[in-house]
């Protein structure tokens, strides 16, 4: 099953045209013709935040709201996973809940692939270098935060490494649900 989680406050769905793209886009290149329109499936609660869960395949679709409250993350962990590849959002998440695992005593891992810096297990990241926001040019998963930050020229592309991180006077990670927040002590190790 595909996946699309979607940040819902006080009755509205965020950014639903950027989940729509990416819904879209994911069952096009499974060579899937079903098509969704969230905009009229999701009906959130009025009241509070919430994490809309829409799973959804050829044939089917589900839809949870969960009540949303942000986990705290002040520090990432460097995991070298040359093999991974998460081009479209799954629900399952096994590779990803595997690295994470490996996350001792920080609250996440920093994924680096074939030397290059690409995301957290559920964020894209950015490094803040010489007055700029940079995010990797190969991410694993286009998030759709990422996608909306680009296009508002908030983040420019570039092929991060490891090395990057010592010219980094600031780390963000962003995702449909946290927006874009930097990591409270910015600690990696």
């Known amino acids: 099953m595909l ?103 920080c609250d996440d891992v920093l994924i680096v692939k074939n030397g290059s810096l690409t995301d957290t297990t559920i964020a894209n990241i950015a490094l803040f270098i010489e007055g700029k926001w940079f995010t990797p040019k190969s991410p694993l998963l286009r998030g759709t935060t990422r996608e909306r930050l680009l296009d508002e020229g908030v983040l420019i592309t570039a092929s991060l490494t490891p090395r990057d991180l010592t010219k980094a006077t600031r780390i963000a990670v962003l995702n449909a649900l946290v927006g874009m927040i930097e990591v409270e002590n910015g600690i990696i190790r």
Do not use: M
Request: some cysteine.
């Open 3 to 105: 996946l699309e989680t979607i940040r819902c406050e006080e009755g509205e769905s965020l950014h639903l045209p950027y989940h729509q793209k990416r819904l879209e886009e994911s069952l096009q290149s499974l060579g899937i013709d079903t098509s969704y329109d969230l905009k009229t499936l999701i009906s959130p609660p009025v009241s509070g935040v919430f994490r809309c869960r829409f799973l959804y395949d050829a044939a089917h679709y589900s839809i949870d709201y969960i009540p949303y409250s942000p986990k705290k993350i002040s520090s990432l962990k460097l995991i070298h996973a040359d093999y991974l590849e998460y081009p479209l959002k799954y629900s399952d998440r096994h590779s990803l809940n595997e690295l994470w695992e490996e996350r001792g005593e």
